[in-house]
């Protein structure tokens, strides 16, 4: 059974920053996308980041791109997304999610996506 679990979110003030974290069992870290989405209250999922677990590729929404960067520990079977320079706006929970394919044409979609974890939230506010 394949398991995500996220960390590292909380309370931050604006143009803090925080490290989430990803732990994901049942998975082999090859041939997979691997990517962060968010959804705040209200609103549709929105994908933020994207790894191929492959090649390392890496891809970005344009909502972090220059503030998040996104990384893997495939020994640990970890994904990570620092975040720096939050902004109330980035408030959301944030999902890890697994695509089990490595068709780049939707890659930016949380419609593709299979595999998903609880969520950590994120609160950025003064």
């Known amino acids: 059974q394949v398991q995500l679990v996220e960390s590292g979110g909380g309370l931050v003030q604006p143009g803090g920053s925080l490290r989430l974290s990803c732990a994901a069992s049942g998975f082999t870290f090859t041939n997979y996308y691997m990517s962060w989405i968010r959804q705040a209250p209200g609103n549709e999922p929105e994908w933020i980041s994207a790894?191929?677990?492959?090649?390392?590729?890496?891809d970005y929404a344009d909502s972090g791109k220059g503030r998040f960067t996104i990384s893997r520990e495939s020994a640990r079977n970890t994904l990570y997304l620092q975040m720096n320079n939050l902004k109330p706006e980035d408030t959301a929970l944030y999902y890890c999610a697994i695509r089990a394919s490595l068709n780049p044409s939707g890659v930016r979609s949380y419609l593709e996506y299979e595999y998903w974890g609880p969520g950590t939230q994120v609160t950025v506010s003064s």
């Open positions: 790894v191929n677990t492959a090649d390392g590729a890496t």
